[in-house]
């Protein structure tokens, strides 16, 4: 008879991490993450406190694959890859920026909070103070939150494809006479639609184009 490998905190993370994403962060309990295990719930409990260590154990483990910038890059070259390489490793685990969003996850590890840690030591390599620091490394996490939330709900499908047929008919149920602008905007969205990556990395340019050092205003 073949030994059973030997459990690991890593090992659960990874389990739990796989089927969250396969089916959603809803689908996460002890019992069903024990079954994915082929062991007794029970035994979880050597690797994790409880269901709150668990997801804050999942987040850190995707705050992990987050890659760290070139230090030789111009300051807004490495908030522009920090953010997009965060972008790109949560959109491949939803669950957890929804977990982060919905405060049922908030590791405070270093592991997980480097990358914050990349994002501020650039914008401070940039020149701002302490207060546009905070501003601007706000601003950077509403867009990259807001993005990946917005990309699993609305319009846009869960997988990143854009939802045509939804949009087509909540574009019928619109009166274009009293939401003219809205309706031209959701019409223009029908014939031109970047994938959510694309929108995310155009917006992000915008948003970076507009970060300004405190000197350059003296």
Do not use: C
């Not at 401070?124 to 601007?136: E, T």
């Not at 639609?193 to 995310?200: I, L, T």
């Amino acid at each position: 008879m073949a030994q059973r490998e030997t459990l690991t905190r890593d090992k659960v993370l990874h389990a739990a991490m796989t089927l969250v994403d396969e089916k959603g962060l809803e689908a996460l309990s002890m019992r069903r993450l024990a079954a994915a295990l082929d062991v007794q719930a029970m035994s979880l409990y050597n690797h994790v406190a409880n269901k709150a260590d668990l997801l804050d154990g999942i987040a850190e483990y995707a705050f992990a694959q987050i890659e760290p910038p070139d230090p030789e890059l111009a300051w807004h070259e490495q908030v522009r890859a920090v953010a997009v390489s965060m972008y790109r490793v949560f959109a491949k685990h939803p669950a957890v920026p929804a977990a982060l969003a919905t405060d049922q996850a908030n590791p405070t590890s270093a592991r997980a909070l480097e990358p914050f840690d990349w994002l501020i030591g650039a914008l401070y390599q940039a020149g701002f103070d302490d207060r546009r620091v905070r501003q601007a490394l706000d601003a950077v996490m509403n867009l990259v939150w807001g993005s990946l939330l917005f990309s699993t709900a609305g319009f846009v499908d869960p997988d990143g494809r854009a939802g045509e047929t939804d949009r087509s008919a909540y574009l019928r149920r619109l009166d274009p006479a009293k939401l003219p602008n809205f309706s031209r905007l959701l019409r223009e969205s029908l014939t031109e639609s970047p994938s959510p990556q694309d929108d995310f990395e155009q917006t992000l340019d915008l948003l970076i184009r507009g970060l300004v050092p405190q000197e350059r205003h003296t």
